[in-house]
């Protein structure tokens, strides 16, 4: 059975660097063709893809938010990690994790909100 | 970059069928797969269908996917709507240069 979950801080303040875990299990990202997403969603607002990494430690990144962003990965952890410099409140989201094969996110994590405000 | 358009909102009765369109700005739709996620209120995003038309573990089959290289568009339909069906839809597919790329969501109403 595969569980995805993420963890982080609930509310950060403006300039800050939000750092997010996602913690998995059920399957490895050492294994060829399998990826962790990481996914937010303002308010009533769409999902937004951030950062996909491979078990090939291939990282790839949200063209418009590239130079904000770090991904990386633990597999003895069983964890993803995504940095997000320089948070804003418009930067309000919940933020997602999900396992990814063949581009398609197929195990969501429930997600976590992350308040950005002073 | 490509997107994927769908409509805001849509809405139909108990009983009656409705589609949600996801129409691909730039690339041919049929290139690559075409996903489709049901979103309750308050809940992660499920995968209804993957890889154009397959219907994911437990999706009733009143769902079905497609696509229409004519439209460059992928459709969701749901037949015998039921008011569980409520919820945000979201298309996504990819290409060589983005992995992801989602749609702007549908919000369906069953009234």
């Known amino acids: 059975q595969v569980t995805v979950r993420e963890s982080g801080p609930a509310l950060v303040k403006p300039t800050q660097t939000l750092t997010l875990t996602c913690t998995f299990s059920g399957f490895s990202l050492s294994t060829p063709g399998m990826c962790v997403s990481w996914i937010r969603q303002p308010p009533g607002k769409a999902l937004e893809w951030l950062a996909l990494?491979?078990?090939?430690?291939?990282?790839y990144y949200n063209t418009s938010l590239r130079n904000r962003l770090t991904i990386s990965k633990d597999p003895s952890k069983n964890q993803v990690v995504l940095t997000m410099s320089n948070m804003d409140p418009v930067d309000t989201a919940t933020y997602y994790c999900a396992r990814t094969r063949n581009r398609h996110l197929d195990s969501w994590g429930q997600g976590t909100l992350v308040t950005v405000s002073s | 970059n490509f997107v994927l358009t769908q409509p805001h909102s849509v809405s139909e009765s108990p009983g009656k069928t409705v589609t949600i369109s996801c129409t691909r700005s730039?690339?041919?739709?049929?290139?690559?797969?075409v996903q489709w996620y049901q979103q309750r209120p308050g809940s992660a995003p499920t995968t209804v269908i993957s890889e154009d038309n397959q219907r994911a573990s437990g999706v009733p089959d009143r769902f079905s996917g497609s696509i229409d290289s004519s439209s460059n568009s992928a459709s969701l339909t749901i037949a015998g709507l039921k008011t569980e069906d409520e919820a945000d839809y979201f298309c996504?597919?990819?290409?060589?240069?983005?992995?992801?790329?989602f749609g702007g969501g549908t919000k369906l109403t069953v009234l």
């Open positions: 990494i491979d078990w090939d430690d291939e990282k």
């Open positions: 730039s690339g041919s739709i049929g290139t690559n797969y």
């Open positions: 996504q597919s990819y290409d060589s240069s983005n992995p992801v790329v």
